[in-house]
């Protein structure tokens, strides 16, 4: 049996790990001050994000999606899936 994904809409933005990030969505800020998120070998360019998911730790590398998922998760995502999985949203004027 074959399956289709269902429509859902998500917030995420690409982690550029310096200081020409543009985003920095309240939800990421807040997940850090918790410490759900943090970074490891900070100021090198070796610079990572640990995100504390569902499935366990996972790194997320310069060039990573965020995403936030529908039920609030935090996770990384390859670029490559990012695009082949999602699309941009416009929102209504």
């Not at 918790?34 to 997320?60: D, K, Q, Y």
Request: net charge negative; with cysteine.
């Amino acid at each position: 049996m074959k399956y289709r994904k269902k429509p859902v809409v998500i917030e995420a933005f690409l982690w550029t790990g310096d200081q020409h990030q543009i985003e920095d969505p309240a939800w990421a800020c807040e997940a850090i001050k918790a410490g759900g998120i943090w970074f490891s070998n900070p100021g090198t360019p070796e610079v990572c994000l640990e995100i504390v998911t569902l499935e366990g730790t996972m790194t997320a590398r310069r060039g990573d999606y965020i995403i936030k998922g529908v039920k609030g998760e935090i996770y990384p995502c390859k670029p490559d899936i990012f695009e082949l999985t999602y699309e941009p949203v416009t929102e209504p004027a």
